[in-house]
């Protein structure tokens, strides 16, 4: 089993920065995949950004230059920073892992962009 935990989200202006943190329970090196997703009012899940082990990071093109997701193997954690941030990003954000062979998810954070 694998418990996620994320944090790091809340109310920002447009423009502004958020980092969002996914603290796990297990040691990260044993993930295959790590990944930050969202979900917004009325629209399915979508991929925001994700991390294959050995793998380069991959980001949605809405997200490109604005978003990274980034790693700390010691403190267990994926970040994902958000930089530059727009209305349609507003969403819930969640982490998901893969632990060979399952997918674990974390319980989401809410982040909004309003003024």
Known sequence: QVQLVESGGGLVQPG???RLSCAASRRIFSFTYMGWYRQAPGKERELVAAIA???SPNYADSVKGRFTI???NA???VYLQMNSLKPEDTAI???NVRWA???YWGQGT???VSS
């Open 16 to 18: 502004g920065s958020l």
């Open 53 to 55: 082990s050995g793998g």
């Open 70 to 72: 980034s790693r700390d």
């Open 75 to 77: 403190k267990n954690t």
């Open 93 to 95: 954000y969640f982490c």
């Open 101 to 103: 062979p399952l997918d």
């Open 110 to 112: 809410q982040v909004t």
